[in-house]
T-cell receptor
């Protein structure tokens, strides 16, 4: 079974703090993704990576950065957290050699910025 | 740009009945794939079913089937014989193309919250 893990289920940070959200997958997938999920807005792609050290902006990259130094790990960084970044963050991975490219998701991190 | 529209914010169904969750999509690409995911209250997204744009038959996976109407650009999810455990948020998503890079991205709809009543 594919396993995608995220470092925290719940996180509370203060405005202006630097926040790191970590995601690890154990299936040697090439592709990794970060989404945020807000009520009524569905999932919106922040960044994705299709190879180590490669990244591409998604639909809402402002205020975020990412790092992928190893194939299994994809980090989302909030350089200076703001209250409008309070959200559920979901990490996903997919196999670039698979036919469907279906994404496998982690359990999510609910981030609150106060 | 790709777009997924789910017009039903919430749906109710009686246990053991069938329910259809609507999804329409918009893309100018000929090659694309459509996905449905389930998100229970625990938060984890679970892949349910896939339909490719060139697939001539509607996809089925157990109690899930996808009613694919290409001309109407719709990909509705049908759940037969609903169970209490089907209560969850359901998302329709689309991937465009098959050649990699940005083609790996999924565009999601806003979701439909399904409640199954006993």
């Amino acid at each position: 079974d594919v396993k995608v893990t995220q470092s925290s289920r719940y996180l509370v940070k203060r405005t202006g703090e630097k926040v790191f959200l970590e995601c690890v997958q154990d299936m040697d997938h090439e592709n990794m993704f970060w989404y945020r999920q807000d009520p009524g807005l569905g999932l919106r792609l922040i960044y994705f990576s299709y190879d180590v050290k490669m990244k591409e902006k998604g639909d809402i990259p402002e205020g975020y950065s990412v790092s992928r130094e190893k194939k299994e790990r994809f980090s989302l960084i909030l350089e200076s957290a703001s209250t409008n970044q309070t959200s559920m963050y979901l990490c996903a991975s997919s196999d670039a050699t698979a036919f469907l490219y279906e994404q496998y998701f982690g359990p999510g991190t609910r981030l609150t910025v106060t | 740009a790709q777009k997924i529209t789910q017009t039903q914010p919430g749906m109710f169904v009686q246990e053991k009945e069938a329910v259809t969750l609507d999804c329409t999509y918009d893309t100018s690409d000929q090659s694309y794939g459509l996905f449905w995911y389930k998100q229970p209250s625990s938060g984890e997204m679970i892949f349910l079913i896939y339909q490719g744009s060139y697939d001539e038959q509607n996809a089925t996976e157990g109690r899930y089937s996808l009613n694919f109407q290409k001309a109407r650009k719709s990909a509705n999810l049908v759940i037969s014989a609903s169970q209490l455990g089907d209560s969850a948020m359901y998302f329709c998503a689309m991937r465009v193309g098959y050649s990699g890079g940005s083609n790996y991205k999924l565009t999601f709809g806003k979701g439909t919250l399904l409640t199954v009543n006993p």
